[in-house]
């Protein structure tokens, strides 16, 4: 018997079937988009955002937008588009972006390549905000605060995604947490226009999410 040197997964990549069941993520993100025009439709929005990978995407294809998963509709150019509908508005900050906002941008994670962050989904749990930002000797420290019902979902030294980005915890409180930011994520992320006030979506980590289902089925 001759055993494949490929993981098992890399036949439904080919067929398309993997991209079907589902789009993850790592939350190191490729590059930064701008955010060129806002449009509405009923209570959906849709942007045109360009960057420096959209004349690479496709449409139907899945790509986080910091932290969220939007599904690429159309690429023009330097551009492409997408749109959030009024669930997606109403639980992301996507509903205060503005024309001329910079946008993290990820494509979704090919599973038989290196995993650099943490398993990302995104599916935003909630947003929270930013209360404090402190700039240390060559890095920045940001504190942020969430709803204290989803405490129980971050650890100290765990993982936890910030407008897409993979990022570690510390200081962790029951409704506040804080990161350490170095200059090259600093530089090349939208992170450098976070201040004190602004929304950010954050996603929690996936593993644990499960771990915490399967104990509160138990009791």
């Known amino acids: 018997m001759v055993l494949s040197s490929k993981p098992p997964w890399t036949s439904l990549v080919r067929m398309g079937s993997f991209r079907d069941i589902c789009a993850m993520f790592t939350g190191i993100v490729e590059t930064v988009g701008i955010i060129k025009r806002i449009s509405a439709d009923g209570g959906n929005q849709t942007f045109i955002i360009e960057s420096t990978i959209s004349n690479e995407l496709r449409p139907d294809q899945s790509v986080s937008h910091s932290g969220v998963c939007l599904t690429v509709e159309e690429v023009i150019g330097d551009t492409h588009r997408v749109t959030a509908i009024e669930e997606t508005l109403k639980k992301t900050n996507l509903g205060h972006w503005q024309k001329g906002e910079l946008v993290n941008l990820e494509r979704s994670l090919k599973m038989y390549s290196r995993l650099d962050g943490h398993l990302v989904q995104g599916h935003v749990d909630a947003t929270a905000m930013c209360v404090k930002r402190v700039e240390k000797e060559g890095s920045w420290e940001f504190e ?74 138990k009791e």
């Open 144 to 217: 942020f605060t969430f709803p204290k019902k989803f405490g129980n979902l971050i650890i100290e030294k765990g993982s936890v995604c910030v407008n897409g980005i993979s990022l570690t915890a510390f200081d962790v409180k029951r409704k506040s947490f804080t990161v350490a930011i170095i200059p090259y994520t600093f530089e090349h992320t939208n992170v450098k226009s976070v201040h004190e006030g602004q929304v950010v979506n954050i996603e929690f980590d996936m593993i644990g999410k499960y771990v915490l289902r399967g104990l509160s089925l």
